[in-house]
């Protein structure tokens, strides 16, 4: 699946089927200077940085600093993937202050295992004023818009991707993927492109869910606006199919 949600900083890189993804990496959103008072903020690591984000609130503190003051980022929600990715979810212990400037700050408490230096401690970020708040809904049901699937590089990349009929375009949506045969749920934060299409599925490399030829899942979506305010999912969720015909090309 490609990554909509993030800038990789560790470099993912698949040149022809003798190639290997990278490593490592971590990466941090927004990736914007520009937040709301309640923003809510997503750090991810790939494959062997995947241990560090399990450090974040214990061995590791996330802060935004302005001046004198600073304001710890609490760990809200944490997401392990199907395929080599975990996120956690961060929000402000406290509101910002609009027209401040904030800068990220990492605070690494155990000093022989320090996070891995990714992410640039002088990132800087204006709060904004939100506009007038409108609640995220559904116009109607979420539908597939296409699949894909790419055989080569280190492959195969399957995705599905879902057009979400929404009324306003989500910051984030948390979508979660059951398979139907055995039960195993996934939940994941994704970001929409900027037309509602929404990426279910993972690249070459990694990414957020795998499917199996042959399986039938069911996925529900709960929308996220800038201020991290939830809509969730409401009814059945919906159903699809990956088939073996998915995997021809």
């Known amino acids: 699946m490609k990554n909509l949600l993030f800038f990789i ?3 993912i890189t698949c040149f022809g089927a003798k190639a290997e993804c990278s490593a490592e990496g971590i990466s941090f959103y927004p990736a914007g200077k520009h937040i709301t008072p309640a923003s809510v903020f997503v750090i991810e690591g790939y ?7 399990h450090k974040i609130g214990k061995d590791v503190l996330l802060y935004l600093s302005a001046g004198d003051g600073r304001i710890q980022l609490k760990v809200a929600d944490l997401c ?29 408490l155990n000093k022989k295992e320090p996070l891995n230096q990714y992410l ?8 904004e004023i939100p506009g007038k708040a409108v609640d995220l809904k559904f116009n109607a049901l979420p539908e597939i818009f296409s699949k894909n699937y790419v055989p080569y590089g280190c492959g195969p990349a399957k995705s599905v991707n879902f057009n979400l009929n929404t ?18 749920a996934t939940s994941y934060y994704l970001k929409p492109n900027e037309f509602g299409i929404l990426e279910i599925g993972h690249d070459m490399c990694s990414g957020a869910f795998t499917f199996y030829p042959g399986e039938e899942y069911t996925i529900r979506f709960d929308l996220v606006d800038s201020e991290g305010k939830i809509t969730a999912w409401q009814g059945k969720p919906v159903e699809f199919s990956w088939l073996e015909s998915d995997e021809k090309i």
């Open 9 to 11: 900083i560790g470099f």
């Open 167 to 184: 009324n306003l375009l989500p910051a984030l949506v948390k979508a979660t993927l059951t398979n139907k045969k055995n039960g195993n």
């Open 120 to 127: 640039l401690s002088n990132e800087k970020y204006k709060v």
């Open 47 to 53: 494959f062997n940085s995947q241990s560090q984000i």
């Open 80 to 108: 392990i993937s199907d395929f080599y990715l975990t996120q956690a979810i961060l929000k402000p212990e406290t509101n910002l202050e609009p027209g401040k400037e904030y800068s990220l700050e990492v605070v690494s």
